[in-house]
């Protein structure tokens, strides 16, 4: 299994930019996807989730600007980040809980990451 994201780059601060992240692969059935981040110097951090349900959880920090969406036919998930802000600038990462046979647990895979710089 594999987790391929795409999606980032340059842009101004207020501007938008939309990510994805494709898993593809031998798989079963995801649960939660998500997205989180890690920008120089600093942790990891949550950015969104969204689960089978299409249930989301946002950071409180992208709350109102940030939304996650997902497309269970294409096992993909979506960020759409709006009203960028210079602080956002971190390199994003995807991961995917997901099972890859019925019999087999439920585990996290993590997509390579992609860089998100907000600068003018």
């Known amino acids: 299994v594999q987790l391929q994201a795409s999606g980032g780059g340059l842009v101004q601060p207020g501007g938008s930019l939309r990510l994805s992240c494709a898993a593809s692969?031998?798989?079963?059935?995801?649960?939660?996807m998500g997205w989180y981040r890690q920008a120089p110097g600093k942790q990891r951090e949550l950015v969104a989730t969204?689960?089978?349900?299409?249930?989301?959880n946002l950071a409180d920090s992208v709350k109102g600007r940030f939304t996650i969406s997902r497309d269970n036919a294409k096992n993909t998930v979506y960020p759409q980040m709006n009203s960028l802000k210079a602080e956002d600038t971190a390199v994003y990462y995807c991961?995917?809980?997901?099972?890859?046979?019925?019999?087999?647990?439920?585990?996290?895979?993590w997509g390579q990451g992609t860089l998100v710089t907000v600068s003018s």
């Open positions: 969204i689960s089978s349900g299409a249930g989301t």
């Open positions: 991961n995917a809980e997901l099972r890859r046979y019925t019999w087999s647990p439920i585990l996290v895979y």
């Open positions: 692969g031998s798989l079963f059935s995801i649960n939660a």
